[in-house]
């Protein structure tokens, strides 16, 4: 199994579209990409707010690579 993180920071002023975005779109969207076995979103800190984040869990480095491409 490989885990990737994706993290990203908005711009401020926008957390809380990008937050409606990251779990209504992003976060489904990823649980149902082929060869994800687990999605573990991170929620935004107090001290954060503009820091989102999640962990993916891919069967194996081919999965991965079909999704992000060689690169």
């Given amino acids: 199994m ?3 993180i994706f993290q990203v920071i908005t711009k401020s ?3 809380e579209e990008f937050g409606k ?3 209504e779109t992003a ?3 990823m649980k149902a990409t082929k060869g994800i ?3 573990l ?3 935004p800190r107090a ?5 989102f984040s999640f962990v993916m869990i891919w069967d194996n480095l ?3 690579k079909a999704f992000v491409g060689e690169d």
């Fill in 47 to 51: 001290e954060s707010p503009r820091e």
């Fill in 37 to 39: 076995v687990q999605v």
């Fill in 27 to 29: 976060i489904p969207l």
């Fill in 2 to 4: 490989i885990m990737r």
């Fill in 21 to 23: 975005f990251f779990h």
């Fill in 41 to 43: 979103p991170g929620a």
């Fill in 62 to 64: 081919d999965s991965l």
């Fill in 13 to 15: 002023g926008k957390e």
